[in-house]
């Protein structure tokens, strides 16, 4: 389970705790600033993670819980695989057991693309069949969805202009905000091809967003848990801070012109969406045949090997690839090739203007209407709750 998938786990727990539900999460210590601010009692397993299938079912049973909601289907999944437990022994307990699936496995399919290595799921996960499918980014077609989209975040006139200031952004100046999760950041990657992936983006992205800035002014934020390399070239048109809370993470949000991401399943989209910010997805897919511009060239050498993303560094190009098609989630945010130089620039050119931002707001919002008119998270999670009591 990763930060933006426990965040998804912490907003079906609260929705359950409105309507009266008792909620007893369960999660690794790395993620309990996601968590300590729910209305829930938390609940470590670090050490519990080699045998998280008796750890689970003996919690549930000694608190007498009436559910297990696994967050989320393919990050338990795999934990089971890595120990050798049985998942479908699992599934078979006498408490009703439901997934959230981020990733609506069913039609990603097993197969996942961590560049060069690709990992199998078994066949035994798709017995997992009481889903929540939360949208975005999943289709909103799909079975077993919900709006999973935050409520609507809209700060102030005076608010937001307050902590733009103290952000030391000029009236004049556009703020893009640029979140990345640990997973993100070469340290995190266990593979040399990916840790190179890695440390190869940023010099690229600051590169454009450093002649971007010869333009039009603006400034940089990252919310991450360490600088990026590279960024040196901005001066102090770049800022980092390290991981927020999420109240606080939404109000910086909120107070951007542009989310700027190179993962097109990122829980902050979903937030960007919410708050009415345009948003700018990077992807690498296909890669094309080796650039003649220096800063592209330069992607290539420390990179080695690149190959094709849409989750950066990871890849899942394959995965996603069945996900995204005909998916009108693309419609409300803006994609662009990495190693496109004028088509980055023209993109950041067009969101950071007044009439580009307007026009993607509208695409947005017509997206947003379609999500908000899924079932709620306790309203598809009692559904399922009663199917699986059946």
Same mark, same amino acid.
């Given at each position: 389970?990763?930060?933006?998938?426990?965040?998804?786990?912490?907003?079906?727990?609260?929705?359950?705790?409105?309507?009266?539900?008792?909620? &007893?999460?369960?999660?690794?210590?790395?993620?309990?600033?996601?968590?300590?601010?729910?209305?829930?009692?938390?609940?470590?397993?670090?050490?519990? &993670?080699?045998?998280?299938?008796?750890?689970?079912?003996?919690?549930?049973?000694?608190?007498?819980?009436?559910?297990?909601?696994?967050?989320?289907?393919?990050?338990?999944?795999?934990?089971?695989?890595? /120990? /050798?437990?049985?998942?479908?022994?699992?599934?078979? @307990?006498?408490?009703?057991?439901?997934?959230?699936?981020?990733?609506?496995?069913?039609?990603?399919?097993?197969?996942?693309?961590?560049?060069?290595?690709?990992?199998?799921?078994?066949?035994?996960?798709?017995?997992?069949?009481?889903?929540?499918?939360? +949208?975005?980014? +999943?289709?909103?077609?799909?079975?077993?969805?919900?709006?999973?989209?935050?409520?609507?975040?809209?700060?102030?006139?005076?608010?937001?202009?307050?902590?733009?200031?103290?952000?030391?952004?000029?009236?004049?100046?556009?703020?893009?905000?640029?979140?990345?999760?640990?997973?993100?950041?070469?340290?995190?990657?266990?593979?040399?091809?990916?840790?190179?992936?890695?440390?190869?983006?940023?010099?690229?992205?600051?590169?454009?967003?450093?002649?971007?800035?010869?333009?039009?002014?603006?400034?940089?934020?990252?919310?991450?848990?360490?600088?990026?390399?590279?960024?040196?070239?901005?001066?102090?048109?770049?800022?980092?801070?390290?991981?927020?809370?999420?109240?606080?993470?939404?109000?910086? #949000?909120?107070?951007?012109?542009?989310?700027?991401?190179? /993962?097109?399943?990122?829980?902050?989209?979903?937030?960007?969406?919410?708050?009415?910010?345009?948003?700018?997805?990077?992807?690498?897919?296909?890669?094309?045949?080796?650039?003649?511009?220096?800063?592209?060239?330069?992607?290539?050498?420390?990179?080695?090997?690149?190959?094709?993303?849409?989750?950066?560094? &990871?890849?899942? @190009?394959?995965?996603?690839?069945?996900? &995204?098609?005909? /998916?009108?989630?693309?419609?409300?945010?803006?994609?662009?090739?990495?190693?496109?130089?004028?088509?980055?620039?023209?993109?950041?050119?067009?969101?950071?203007?007044?009439?580009?931002?307007?026009?993607?707001?509208?695409?947005?919002?017509?997206?947003?209407?379609? +999500?908000?008119? #899924?079932?709620?998270?306790?309203?598809?999670?009692?559904?399922?709750?009663?199917?699986?009591?059946?």
């Amino acid at each position: 389970m990763g930060f933006g998938e426990a965040l998804l786990g912490v907003k079906l727990a609260t929705a359950l705790h409105a309507a009266g539900d008792q909620i &007893l999460f369960l999660a690794p210590s790395g993620l309990q600033k996601a968590i300590t601010a729910a209305p829930v009692r938390y609940g470590r397993i670090d050490l519990a &993670l080699s045998r998280l299938d008796e750890a689970i079912l003996e919690t549930a049973q000694s608190q007498a819980c009436d559910s297990i909601v696994l967050i989320d289907l393919v990050a338990v999944y795999t934990f089971f695989g890595i /120990n /050798n437990r049985r998942f479908d022994q699992f599934l078979r @307990s006498d408490i009703p057991i439901l997934a959230l699936d981020v990733w609506n496995v069913p039609e990603a399919g097993l197969a996942w693309d961590y560049f060069p290595e690709t990992f199998q799921l078994g066949q035994d996960v798709l017995q997992a069949v009481h889903r929540m499918v939360p +949208v975005p980014f +999943v289709r909103p077609s799909a079975a077993g969805t919900y709006n999973a989209l935050p409520a609507p975040i809209a700060l102030p006139a005076d608010e937001r202009a307050e902590l733009r200031s103290m952000l030391g952004i000029a009236p004049e100046e556009r703020l893009i905000f640029w979140p990345s999760a640990a997973w993100q950041h070469p340290s995190q990657q266990l593979h040399p091809v990916r840790q190179r992936m890695a440390a190869a983006l940023p010099p690229l992205v600051f590169h454009y967003l450093k002649t971007a800035s010869d333009r039009r002014p603006l400034r940089v934020l990252h919310v991450g848990p360490e600088p990026f390399f590279g960024a040196e070239v901005m001066g102090d048109r770049y800022r980092h801070l390290p991981q927020q809370p999420a109240s606080e993470f939404a109000r910086l #949000l909120s107070a951007s012109d542009l989310l700027l991401s190179f /993962n097109i399943a990122a829980t902050t989209v979903m937030s960007a969406l919410a708050a009415r910010v345009p948003v700018l997805i990077g992807s690498l897919d296909p890669v094309p045949e080796r650039p003649t511009f220096a800063a592209a060239q330069a992607f290539f050498e420390r990179s080695e090997t690149p190959y094709p993303f849409r989750a950066w560094p &990871l890849s899942l @190009s394959r995965l996603l690839q069945p996900v &995204l098609h005909q /998916n009108p989630y693309l419609d409300a945010v803006c994609g662009v090739p990495v190693l496109d130089e004028d088509a980055f620039l023209a993109s950041l050119h067009d969101l950071l203007g007044e009439e580009g931002a307007a026009a993607q707001r509208l695409r947005q919002q017509r997206y947003v209407d379609q +999500v908000r008119a #899924l079932p709620s998270p306790s309203d598809k999670f009692y559904s399922l709750l009663a199917a699986a009591r059946r």
